[in-house]
C-alpha cells in the first residue's frame, strides 16, 4: 500500500517534444504528490507539487495532471530541452502535523536530443 | 529560500573508521530532517527521520548502532556513519522540512561516501 510506481525508466526526447513521465499509487491516504528533478551527484530538486483537490497544475514548461479516481499522476515538460535531461522522480506522501514521510517511485532518466 | 547545505559533499574513508555527516538548513527552522541512501541509477531509500531533540526514527533493516543520528537543534542533523565498510559506500542525501509546510522536504546536496 506504500508503493509508488513510476513509467517509464528512461525516455528519450527530440529538443522541442513533450516529455510525459507517469506515476500510480495505492495508498488512498496519500495527499501531496511532488516531483523531483535531479541532476548527477547532486540532490533531488523540487520541481512542481500538486494536492489531490485539483486536477491539473502548470508552472511555466511543467505541468502536473492527476487523477484522484484512477490513482494516477503524471509530469508533462513541454517544449523539452537538452538542460531538462536529468532524472525525475516522483513521490507521494501523507499529510502530518511535521514531518511527512515520502515515498518515492523508481526514478525515469529522460534525455532531451538537440 | 529553502536552503539545506551539507558537509563534507565527498570524502574517502579507510574501513573501520567513522565518518560524520553534517546537514544544516540555511534558511528556516527544520522542525523534521530525513536522512536518504541512494546506490547508483536508483531511488531514494529512506533510512531515518529526526525530529529536533528527539531520537530519530530508522526505517526498517537500517541499523541504528552502525548510522548514528543526532538532531541537535532546528537547523542542524548530523549522521555519522560507524566502522564504515565497502558496503557501506554509497550517496548519502538529507531533506529538511519546516513549520510553514510540512509536507514540503528540501534536499541537501548530498555527500558521497567511498570507503576503501
Known sequence: QQQVKQSPQSLIVQKGGISIINCAYENTAFDYFPWYQQFPGKGPALLIAIRPDVSEKKEGRFTISFNKSAKQFSLHIMDSQPGDSATYFCAASRRRTSGSRLTFGEGTQLTVNP | ?116
Open chain 2, 1 to 116: 529560500g529553502a536552503v539545506v547545505s551539507q558537509h563534507p559533499s565527498w570524502v574517502i574513508c579507510k574501513s573501520g573508521t567513522s565518518v560524520k555527516i553534517e546537514c544544516r538548513s540555511l534558511d528556516f527552522q527544520a522542525t523534521t530532517m530525513f536522512w536518504y541512501r541512494q546506490f547508483p541509477k536508483q531511488s531514494l531509500m529512506l533510512m531515518a527521520t529526526s525530529n529536533e531533540g528527539s531520537k530519530a526514527t530508522y526505517e526498517q533493516g537500517v541499523e541504528k548502532d552502525k548510522f548514528l543520528i543526532n538532531h541537535a537543534s532546528l537547523t542542524l542533523s548530523t549522521l555519522t556513519v560507524t566502522s564504515a565498510h565497502p558496503e557501506d559506500s554509497s550517496f548519502y542525501i538529507c531533506s529538511a522540512s519546516g513549520d510553514r509546510d510540512a509536507d514540503e522536504q528540501f534536499f541537501g546536496p548530498g555527500t558521497r561516501l567511498t570507503v576503501l
